[in-house]
């Protein structure tokens, strides 16, 4: 029985691979100072890391893959990094996201 569990796994394993992508995202917009300036800030970076997190799953869809979102981590960076008091600014974040995906072979 085990003879068996093993070579079923290892063909298994013939037919599926992992590969790392990455993904590139970008986010702008223009956040006012005061109470809700930092929830815009929040925004800009969920929205450059969702950018990111697409940008990703296409690469993984051109090689006929799935992505494995929980394997994934993603670096954003916004200019300014932060907003001060009443600040009204123009912000642009970048963000950069490698993932697993797992592709079949025939």
Do not use: H, W
């Not at 916004?78 to 993932?99: A, E, H, I, K, M």
Request: proline letters at 3%.
């Amino acid at each position: 029985m085990k003879q068996v569990l093993v070579i079923l796994l290892l063909s298994l394993q013939a037919f599926a691979a992992t590969e790392s992508v990455n993904g590139s995202g970008f986010a702008t917009g223009f956040c006012q100072g005061g109470g809700f300036g930092n929830m815009c800030l929040s925004q800009l970076q969920d929205r450059a890391k969702q950018d990111a997190t697409r940008d990703a799953d296409l690469q993984c869809r051109i090689r006929q893959g799935n992505l494995i979102k929980y394997s994934g981590y993603c670096n954003v960076n916004c200019n300014p990094p932060y907003l001060n008091g009443d600040q009204n600014t123009y912000v642009s974040c970048n963000s950069s996201c490698r993932f697993d995906c797992d592709i079949k072979r025939p």
